[in-house]
């Protein structure tokens, strides 16, 4: 039996399973919390891009946003299926570089790229970076200039778009902290200048909307608006853009109301609307790029708790507590996000009571799920939360100092541990005794 809308299953003693794996003795096994990992839906997730775009017959790369999840067996699984990586800081450009990741993959985006990440991309000759203000491109033309190489560079614009979703993680609106602004000029400022650099490579632009979007409309908007510029730079300078970089931000559901689109389905769509766009303005189809993270990872993986306490409040409602909460799962607490879970030793149960679940943290806002449909629950049942995938591990803090949790790989009924559980001496190492 599969569980209703997730890709997981409910084997004959109604214990959830992931991977072919009895998620009740991954728990006894590895301990709790616990992040697991369905690799072949990571599999399966990366194959929808990667091969629509094949059938297509177009140009593409499909870039994994590693910000999502990021672990040295994560990068060798998207390394295995052919996909490119988007890192945004020295540590995740350090984890693919241990993973044997091929630096002519790897693309470095930021903000605010310090010198050491910019100097430790070119080192590596890593394949594209993603340009975001003026003053990097005097960083990386100082750098380049020192070492006498050369690289390629994106331009990343503000396209002024304002897609629906949580304005934490929209950023492609003209108020953001990224890229260059297309209609105060900025942007025209910046293709002068990166025309004048001689050790740059200029391919064309990027553009990142938002995350958790459930539709293209957005990203089509965005392919017109950037096309009607590099129209404009075209006629005036003569320039072609071999890259046209559209992000990410593919939504994945995490509740019944999530209703996203099929990755295929935006592939399709994307591709139409940059074809059509090229089309319009007598321009070669560009190289087409897109950067999917949550939608990789996102619905492949779970997290595994133990229920602990429970708290009934007459009228009101009833708490169960359990051994993890906002340091392994920031979202709810960030993004008022919310999640689907079941008991995984009585998913093939049904449902008697409504409970609100509740992390350990100190707290009030440690919340992971409110009004959870459950069987009767016991102190130790074991709660398996869904689409846990990205952005658990990723931002998992030691806030009330506990130890992060270990992370487990399942795929065809075998169990493998990718990082192991922080012990209390790992939160405490960098320490130092004041004298």
């Excluded at 003053?135 to 100082?142: A, G, M, P, Y």
């Excluded at 539709?215 to 890259?243: G, H, I, M, N, R």
């Amino acid at each position: 039996m599969i569980v209703d809308h997730h890709p997981f299953n409910i084997n004959e003693v109604g214990h959830l399973t992931i991977g072919e794996m009895d998620t009740t003795e991954l728990a006894r096994k590895y301990g709790t919390p616990l992040y697991v990992y369905d690799v072949s839906l990571i599999r399966e997730n990366c194959r929808a891009f990667v091969n629509t775009f094949q059938e297509l017959g177009v140009q593409a790369q499909v870039a994994y946003a590693s910000k999502a999840f990021s672990s040295i067996a994560m990068l060798q699984v998207i390394k295995q299926e052919g996909l490119s990586l988007d890192v945004v800081s020295q540590g995740e450009l350090y984890t693919a570089l241990l993973a044997d990741f091929p630096a002519s993959k790897i693309h470095l985006h930021g903000n605010n790229k310090s010198y050491a990440e910019l100097e430790m991309a070119i080192d590596h000759d890593i394949g594209c970076i993603v340009v975001d203000n003026f003053q990097e491109i005097e960083l990386i033309d100082k750098i380049l200039q020192e070492k006498d190489k050369t690289i390629d560079i994106l331009m990343r614009v503000t396209p002024g778009i304002e897609p629906n979703t949580h304005q934490y993680i929209m950023t492609g609106n003209e108020d953001s902290k990224f890229g260059f602004n297309l209609a105060d000029g900025q942007a025209d400022q910046a293709f002068l200048r990166l025309q004048e650099q001689q050790h740059m490579r200029f391919k064309g632009l990027h553009s990142h909307i938002g995350s958790q979007l459930f539709e293209s409309e957005s990203f089509l908007l965005a392919a017109q608006t950037l096309f009607k510029k590099l129209a404009e730079w075209q006629v005036e300078y003569d320039f072609v853009p071999e890259v046209l970089n559209l992000g990410g931000g593919f939504g994945i559901r995490y509740t019944e109301k999530d209703q996203p689109l099929s990755y295929p389905e935006h592939v399709r769509k994307i591709t139409a609307a940059v074809q059509e766009q090229a089309a319009a303005f007598n321009m070669p189809l560009p190289e087409i790029w897109i950067e999917p993270g949550r939608a990789i990872a996102g619905n492949a993986g779970i997290t595994l708790y133990t229920v602990g306490s429970t708290k009934n409040i007459p009228d009101v409602r009833q708490y169960i507590s359990v051994d993890g909460g906002m340091t392994d799962n920031l979202r709810p607490a960030l993004y008022q996000a919310e999640y689907e879970a079941v008991l995984a030793n009585k998913a093939g149960q049904p449902a008697t009571n409504t409970v609100s679940v509740a992390g350990k943290c100190c707290e009030s806002g440690d919340m992971l799920i409110w009004d959870l449909p459950v069987p009767d629950i016991d102190s130790d049942d074991i709660l398996a939360v869904f689409s846990t995938g990205a952005y658990g591990y990723a931002m998992a803090s030691h806030y009330n100092r506990f130890p992060n949790p270990a992370a487990v790989f399942v795929e065809n009924g075998r169990d493998q541990l990718v990082i192991r559980r922080e012990t209390h001496h790992d939160v405490v190492k960098n320490d130092i005794s004041y004298e």
